[in-house]
């Protein structure tokens, strides 16, 4: 099983170890185009404040970010699980996973990411900023460059298992699984199910989403769940507690859609 997830725009707030190799990355086929993202952030960060915190879409509060970014090739890393800190990471909770579940999340998880492309947890890499929304100057939009990078590479890494893609939209651009992968990629929406003047109603949740899929991912590692396709997941799913429906089924254009039905969010 492979799990596709969106970093987080809260990350920690610096790293205390040795400085970044990008060579020691995983998917060692994108060194060669991290390295290049890489020169272009540093470029920029290290010009015009003010026009990298505009071209980075920062606001007035995370202006040190630009600095932060100018340093990332001597900052100190830290494994990219300690690294993002936000609502899925907080919930999916790394830190507290017993040995085995936190070696199945080596092993099946891919963070993907705007300066990166897509790295394990366990790879070391400096706190940075920088979104896959950003057109960054001279490689423009990064979901762009990052689909005709990664095309040849993610489908080697997904191999012939299941594909969980829990990622943002934004994300989502990097790569779309297709042919026999699409039809093995399941994609989860999360649903609030409430009661409204006696008539059951569903919601997309926003925020709440987030946790809630951080909470599966977590529960999928610690239960040692090993799903091979769609189906299974949601047999995987409904046997961990979850109210799980199939809303779409896959095909050699598109992925699974399951639906996790919630009525309480948290």
Not at 105 to 113: D, M, N, P, T, Y
Request: with cysteine.
């Amino acid at each position: 099983m492979l799990v596709l997830l969106p970093p987080s725009e809260g990350k920690a707030a610096s790293g205390d170890g040795v400085p970044l190799a990008l060579d020691r990355l995983s998917l060692p086929a994108l060194t060669a185009a991290r390295e290049t993202v890489l020169d272009a952030l540093v470029g920029l960060c290290s010009g015009d404040t003010d026009t990298a915190q505009e071209v980075l879409g920062l606001s007035k509060g995370l202006r040190g970010e630009v600095a932060r970014n100018a340093g990332l090739r001597t900052a100190g890393a830290l494994p990219a699980g300690e690294v993002y800190t936000g609502v899925l990471f907080d919930a999916l909770g790394l830190a507290t996973l017993d040995e085995a579940a936190y070696r199945r999340a080596e092993r099946s998880l891919l963070v993907f990411s705007g300066l990166w492309g897509a790295v394990r947890i366990s790879d070391r890499i400096p706190p940075y900023r920088c979104s896959m929304g950003v057109k960054l100057p001279p490689l423009g939009a990064l979901g762009a460059y990052w689909r005709r990078e990664m095309a040849p590479v993610l489908p080697e890494v997904a191999a012939d298992g299941l594909v969980l893609d829990l990622r943002s939209s934004a994300y989502a651009t990097a790569w779309k699984p297709a042919g026999e992968t699409a039809a093995r990629t399941a994609t989860v929406r999360v649903l609030q199910e409430r009661e409204v003047d006696g008539v059951l109603k569903r919601s997309v949740v926003s925020h709440f989403n987030k946790a809630t899929k951080g909470r599966l991912v977590r529960d999928l590692l610690n239960a040692g769940a090993e799903p091979g396709s769609p189906r299974e997941l949601v047999d995987a799913l409904l046997d961990l507690g979850y109210r799980v429906e199939i809303s779409a089924e896959g095909s050699a254009r598109k992925a699974w859609q399951l639906d996790v039905v919630v009525t309480d969010v948290h």
